[in-house]
């Protein structure tokens, strides 16, 4: 494959060969910091990023599906909307905790915010949906015919609502901004691709 060589170059080129930050400002929850990154083309380039400080700083976001081929929702506020009413619609997810598998994060996310339990797990894709401000990397994972076994389990400051959806309600909120974050709508091609087999 010619193109690799070519991409192998630039990136060898362009690759961070030393390192240093201070910390701008830091809370419970994450950590802004000021980078200092020497290139190997001899220059040097300063960034801010945000680090989360919660269990290992990465998160897992689960497309679930019912054994009647719904989809299970998340309805609840996130702050950082640039919305007057600042809702989503969206996946379970939440962050990884320290020494956990990616699949007992995922069933323990749905679980807590929706009840459900999965027959099924299957880890489709990983990505870093902000890669110019975070490092946060996202696991996306298929929980395959779920059943509501068990009562919400949130935590104080969570607050949300389930909602279950047919696929073709589910293309419908995405159509019309209800879901407006990526995890959602990756999850969505991810599930199709997968039952389709490809």
């Known amino acids: 494959?010619?193109?690799?060589?070519?991409?192998?170059?630039?990136?060898?080129?362009?690759?961070?060969?030393?390192?240093?930050?201070?910390?701008?400002l830091s809370t419970n929850f994450v950590e802004l910091r000021r980078g200092r990154y020497k290139l190997n083309n001899?220059?040097?380039?300063?960034?801010?990023?945000?680090?989360?400080?919660?269990?290992?700083?990465?998160?897992v976001a689960v497309f679930a599906v019912d054994d009647n081929g719904k989809v299970i929702l998340v309805v609840q506020p996130r702050v950082a909307l640039p919305t007057?009413?600042?809702?989503?619609?969206?996946?379970p997810a939440g962050y990884i905790e320290d020494d956990e598998e990616?699949?007992?994060?995922?069933?323990?996310?749905?679980?807590?915010e929706t009840?459900?339990?999965p027959k099924e797990v299957v880890v489709v894709d990983s990505y870093y949906p902000s890669i110019s401000g975070s490092g946060e990397k996202i696991t996306l994972v298929l929980a395959l015919n779920c059943k509501k076994e068990k009562e919400l389990h949130l935590d104080s400051d969570e607050f949300l609502h389930n909602i279950v959806v047919t696929m073709d309600e589910f293309k419908y909120l995405m159509d019309?901004?209800?879901?407006?974050?990526?995890?959602?709508r990756i999850g969505y091609y991810k599930y199709l691709e997968y039952i389709r087999g490809e």
Do not use: H, P, Q, W
């Open 84 to 91: 007057s009413d600042k809702i989503n619609v969206e996946l």
């Open 1 to 24: 494959m010619e193109f690799l060589e070519d991409v192998n170059n630039k990136i060898n080129e362009l690759k961070v060969n030393d390192y240093d930050f201070e910390v701008l």
């Open 115 to 117: 009840g459900y339990v």
């Open 42 to 59: 001899g220059e040097t380039i300063v960034r801010e990023t945000a680090v989360k400080k919660v269990g290992v700083g990465d998160a």
């Open 176 to 184: 019309n901004s209800y879901i407006k974050d990526a995890n959602a």
């Open 102 to 112: 990616i699949k007992v994060a995922a069933m323990r996310e749905l679980e807590e």
